[in-house]
């Protein structure tokens, strides 16, 4: 099947990936040229804008940072949207806006064009692995019809409900995470100051109550001081931000959110925003001088992380077998 992929960052580049190993033809679009440069060698073919693209295929793929960019591509002038062909479908890889989505679904609609949301979670290396959790907000007849597509980019593939749900969970997972990621380097801190190693902390975790797969999977960035798992505190700030406004509509506090999102923005304002969000650990080391640095770990390749061959592996039990 012929494909657009309008988006060919991080995420863009794994779902590109796997979408030609999988036999489609790819068209592809982006303002950047550096993953473009990547797909292309992969066997896709550039198209010079993403309204180009859309008018080429029934299927297009968006893989897009923020909600702004996300409006502008499918509503701006001489977008997406008006160019793609009756019958087609828009699938959005994208964690944005859930009101946006169901504005753009409705638009649609009118013009005979399926909306499946479908964020990813998981993280960037299971993603180029094709193991990265997909869910899913569609109707029951696009999802069916288009399952096979979504099973591609990965596996477990989950439908939660309808456009706008998936959003949702989406933004509530990187909550979860992000809050993981502030106590993992709270913990390997706590022990290392008490004078222990931190390797030896980092292995006591992977095989203890505290375990989590942040801990398995974002461990080893912090103990080389690469800290790159492939995702900016920009964007984690955006998508606690999304929280938050989910959170006011419906009343509920977010206590230990909150928090999260207090220690994303002194990072940004310490690193900069297109600092990995896994640096948010650096906060502390530069507050007490220490650096969770490890022996044995200095040669991990980038996104190394959890043990395949230990049981249970919380980093792959629920993805690809």
Same mark, same amino acid.
């Given at each position: 099947?012929?494909?657009?992929?309008?988006?060919?960052? &991080?995420?863009?580049?794994?779902?590109?990936?796997?979408?030609?190993?999988?036999?489609?033809?790819?068209?592809? *679009?982006?303002?950047?040229?550096?993953?473009?440069?990547?797909?292309?060698?992969?066997?896709?073919?550039?198209?010079?804008?993403? #309204?180009?693209?859309?008018?080429?295929?029934?299927?297009?793929?968006?893989?897009? #940072?923020? #909600?702004?960019?996300?409006?502008?591509?499918?509503?701006?002038?001489?977008?997406?949207?008006?160019?793609?062909? +009756?019958?087609?479908?828009?699938?959005?890889? +994208?964690?944005?806006?859930?009101?946006?989505?169901?504005?753009?679904?409705?638009?649609?609609?009118?013009?005979?064009?399926?909306?499946?949301?479908?964020?990813?979670?998981?993280? !960037?290396?299971?993603?180029?692995?094709?193991?990265?959790?997909?869910?899913?907000?569609?109707?029951?007849?696009?999802?069916?019809? *288009?399952?096979?597509?979504?099973?591609?980019?990965?596996?477990?593939?989950?439908?939660?409900?309808?456009?706008?749900?998936?959003?949702?969970?989406?933004?509530?997972?990187?909550?979860?995470?992000?809050?993981?990621?502030?106590?993992?380097?709270?913990?390997?801190?706590?022990? $290392?100051?008490?004078?222990?190693? $931190?390797?030896?902390?980092?292995?006591?975790?992977?095989?203890?109550?505290?375990?989590?797969?942040?801990?398995?999977?974002?461990?080893? #960035?912090?103990? $080389?001081?690469?800290?790159? *798992?492939?995702?900016?505190?920009?964007?984690?700030?955006?998508?606690?931000?999304?929280?938050?406004? !989910?959170?006011?509509?419906?009343?509920?506090?977010?206590?230990?959110?909150?928090?999260?999102?207090?220690?994303?923005?002194?990072?940004?304002?310490?690193?900069?925003?297109?600092?990995? +969000?896994?640096?948010?650990?650096?906060?502390?080391?530069? &507050?007490?001088? !220490?650096?969770?640095?490890?022996?044995? *770990?200095?040669?991990?390749?980038?996104?190394?992380?959890?043990?395949?061959?230990?049981?249970?592996?919380?980093?792959? &039990?629920?993805?690809?077998?």
């Amino acid at each position: 099947m012929k494909v657009g992929l309008v988006g060919v960052g &991080e995420l863009g580049l794994a779902i590109g990936a796997n979408m030609l190993e999988a036999g489609h033809e790819l068209l592809v *679009y982006d303002v950047r040229p550096q993953g473009i440069e990547e797909i292309v060698t992969r066997g896709a073919l550039v198209t010079s804008s993403a #309204p180009e693209l859309a008018a080429a295929v029934q299927v297009v793929l968006t893989a897009l #940072p923020t #909600p702004a960019i996300v409006e502008d591509v499918l509503l701006g002038s001489g977008g997406v949207l008006d160019a793609m062909q +009756s019958g087609g479908v828009w699938i959005d890889h +994208s964690t944005t806006d859930r009101d946006l989505l169901m504005k753009i679904e409705k638009l649609a609609r009118a013009k005979d064009v399926d909306v499946i949301e479908a964020p990813v979670t998981g993280g !960037i290396p299971l993603a180029h692995a094709g193991c990265i959790t997909v869910l899913a907000g569609a109707t029951e007849i696009a999802f069916t019809q *288009y399952k096979a597509m979504l099973d591609v980019v990965g596996r477990p593939v989950i439908h939660i409900g309808p456009v706008g749900s998936a959003s949702i969970v989406k933004v509530m997972t990187n909550m979860l995470a992000f809050v993981h990621l502030c106590a993992l380097n709270e913990g390997l801190m706590f022990a $290392t100051a008490a004078g222990l190693e $931190t390797g030896a902390v980092y292995e006591a975790i992977k095989h203890s109550c505290g375990n989590s797969f942040v801990a398995e999977t974002e461990g080893v #960035p912090i103990m $080389t001081g690469s800290f790159d *798992y492939g995702f900016t505190m920009e964007l984690a700030l955006k998508d606690m931000k999304l929280v938050e406004k !989910i959170a006011t509509e419906n009343n509920v506090p977010l206590l230990m959110g909150g928090l999260a999102t207090q220690i994303l923005q002194r990072g940004i304002a310490r690193y900069g925003a297109k600092a990995w +969000s896994t640096g948010i650990g650096r906060l502390l080391e530069d &507050e007490l001088g !220490i650096e969770l640095r490890a022996p044995g *770990y200095e040669t991990e390749q980038r996104w190394a992380g959890y043990d395949s061959n230990r049981e249970p592996d919380l980093a792959t &039990e629920d993805a690809c077998d």
